[in-house]
């Protein structure tokens, strides 16, 4: 099959694009033919060498662990699919080797959910990985309806999707994002802001009672400057500042689950979650799509197709 691949860590120049062999199909597991696969700053940072230590090489490694795309044969034990169904997935194991910057993907089913029918595969392929980070966030800190929400870099991947969970759940919302993003924000419910020197001033004139909930989606200290901005007790979660946990909070790193995958699939079809696609790029120019998302002011996904 077609596949990106590297043999030893390093940025965009050490992908490779031709062919490997298929993948092997495991007992727990089935071979999906990819439609589509998301590039997310996970990727280009596993490829550098930065999750040494926590996941573990088996080079030459294929990148990339969301992906959309149909079922092509089933494994042994896999009831829960046929062949030819259409599906979604954050396809992370424990070591880094199978990815979906490919033609097929062995995706175990625990990986999986079925895509939702609204959805293009471009779009689709955009939803597990940062739908599940959004999802689980929200729910380490225990988001109600009475919560305000501010949500550091709201327009990317995954903020978008928090704050389309978050206002689905009742909450307020207020998003950090470059100008050029507010209104984009706002048709997601979203109060903008602008991120950078003055926000606890900005912040403070809009919500002036104070955040119950934050989220760091960017890192740079945003979460200790937050604090000055918080109510007593207000609930932290940082996706990439470890610093959280000295102050309380919660450091989320997001696991494959089926069923918080299958519950965004059911939002998506209900028209209450949507992807914003920034760029499709065909798999070849895998390099190109690193580049961008290594730059940080995509607004929505980044794209991949075979």
């Known amino acids: ?65 969301d992906v959309a795309g149909t079922v092509e044969r089933l494994g042994a034990d896999t009831p829960e699919f046929a062949v030819g169904d259409e599906v979604i997935g954050y396809v992370r194991e424990d070591f880094l080797s199978r990815g979906t910057y490919a033609e097929l993907v062995a995706a175990p089913v625990r990986t999986l959910a079925r895509k939702p029918g609204n959805l293009t595969f471009e779009q689709a392929a955009g939803l597990p990985l940062a739908g599940l980070t959004a999802y689980q966030a929200l729910r380490a800190a225990h988001l109600t309806h009475r919560d305000t929400v501010l949500v550091h870099g709201a327009a990317g991947g995954v903020g978008s999707m928090a704050v389309q969970l978050a206002r689905n759940a009742g909450a307020r919302v207020i998003g950090t994002a470059s100008e050029r993003n507010h209104a984009y924000l706002r048709t997601l419910g979203a109060e903008p802001l602008v991120y950078g020197e003055g926000l606890v001033d900005r912040f403070r004139a809009l919500a002036p009672e104070g955040a119950s909930v934050v989220l760091d989606l960017v890192g740079g200290g945003v979460i200790r400057t937050s604090q000055h901005i918080t109510v007593p007790d207000a609930r932290l979660v940082s996706i990439v500042d470890p610093s959280v946990t000295e102050l309380g909070g919660h450091l989320l790193w997001v696991r494959p689950d089926a069923a918080d995958l299958a519950a965004l699939t059911h939002l998506a079809e209900r028209g209450r979650l949507s992807v914003e696609v920034a760029e499709v790029f065909p798999l070849e120019r895998a390099a190109d799509a690193q580049r961008v998302s290594a730059e940080g002011h995509t607004r929505g996904k980044l794209v991949l197709v075979p």
């Open 1 to 65: 099959m077609k596949a990106v691949s590297y043999r030893a860590y390093g940025g965009p120049e050490v992908l490779e694009y031709g062919e490997v062999p298929e993948p092997t199909v495991g007992p727990d597991s089935v071979l999906v033919r990819v439609r589509a696969a998301a590039v997310n700053p996970v990727d280009w940072k596993a490829q550098a060498g930065y999750l040494d230590g926590m996941i573990s090489p088996v080079f030459p490694v294929v990148p990339g662990w």
